[in-house]
């Protein structure tokens, strides 16, 4: 899969997910540096991926979900990045970010492999935003065509509101 970052085209490893999808098995590293995967998540999720959280764009993507996840009850979500768990750690703590899991894909990259985001020229995520029920199937799939514009945070928040 092809999408743009700064209007240049920019090839995405892994296989692009659609509705219907049961999730792929992944492991991300949380900022306490303990490995996670699936199997550590339950219930409705959202999972986000950003090229980093230290550019304005997944700036403001990360703080708007902190604040609107408040109204989505039992649902969580994550925000995945190459980011290290330090610097993910430092950029939560100075914004407030109490409402969303920041996790890294730094070690092993199965999140974006997996995930169809990992952009292999610049070694960094694709913009994009997944739906997950409680019985892992994705509900929604959303792949920004450019990396640097914004998701569709509506459909996501309603997405994640109809998942069970």
């Known amino acids: 899969m092809n999408l743009k970052f700064q209007g240049k ?3 995405v490893s892994g296989n692009a997910l659609k509705v219907g999808d049961t999730v792929p098995d992944f492991t991300l590293i949380n900022n306490a540096m303990d490995t996670i995967s ?4 339950k219930g409705v999720r959202i999972f ?3 090229p980093s959280l230290d550019t304005p764009v997944c700036d403001l993507e990360t703080r708007t979900f902190n604040e609107k996840t408040s109204e989505i009850p039992g649902v969580t979500v994550y ?3 190459m980011d290290l768990p330090f610097a993910q750690s430092r950029w939560c703590a100075a914004n407030g970010i109490k409402n969303v899991i920041t996790v890294s ?3 092993d990259r199965t999140f974006g492999k997996n995930f169809g985001t990992y952009m292999d020229d610049l070694g960094l995520l694709a913009r994009a935003a997944f739906v ?3 019985s892992n199937k994705i509900t929604y799939v959303e792949y920004v065509p450019e990396v640097t514009n914004q998701p569709n945070f509506d459909a996501i928040l309603d997405a994640a509101k109809k998942a069970k």
Request: glycine residues 6%; neutral net charge; without cysteine.
């Open 79 to 81: 925000t995945v990045s």
């Open 9 to 11: 085209t920019v090839k």
């Open 105 to 107: 894909d730094f070690k």
């Open 48 to 50: 986000l991926t950003v």
């Open 38 to 41: 699936l199997g550590n998540t």
């Open 132 to 134: 997950v029920d409680s």
